[in-house]
């Protein structure tokens, strides 16, 4: 089924965030995974840090194209011509937020729909803000993101 576009800011891309990526393989024949570029938001990695570590995980798979985006996410559905966004939901804590997005993007622009897949229960409780925390304070998360992301984690906060 067609193209998704697959929006986020990844902060890093976790475990969590690949396993909707590969679930989302299995429904649409492409996708393209959108990194936001928002320079009002501060983030641990810089935009061109997130989309490389993102191609280098997922360089083997034709079907994913990564790439980053600013301003209105409808606006970017447009000029790349995907009508349908692809999110992740975890807990029921991300629906409200998720409802408000969706509705919010189907106001903007009604040719565009959002799909959700649920992430797999092993990541259910991964974010990429949980992961910077406890890397920061010296916790192991190499069982929660790729190993390339563990590593310039590590770089990052100098361990
Ligand atoms: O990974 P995140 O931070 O939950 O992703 C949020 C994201 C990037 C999908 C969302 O903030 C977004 O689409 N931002 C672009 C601005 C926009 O279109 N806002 C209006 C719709 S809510």
Known sequence: MGAAIYPGSFDPITNGHV???RSGLVCFDRLVVAVLKNPKKKSL???????EMIREIFADEPKIEVDH????????????NVRV????LRAVADFEYELQMANMNRHLNKDVETAFLMANDAYFYVS?????EAATLGGDVSKLVPPSV????RAKLGR
């Open 69 to 80: 985006f600013d301003g209105l996410l409808v606006d970017y559905c447009r000029a790349k």
């Open 85 to 88: 966004i692809l999110r992740g």
């Open 19 to 21: 396993s909707i990526i």
């Open 150 to 153: 563990a590593s310039r984690l």
């Open 128 to 132: 990429s803000n949980i992961v910077k």
């Open 45 to 51: 990695f810089t935009v061109e840090e997130r989309v």
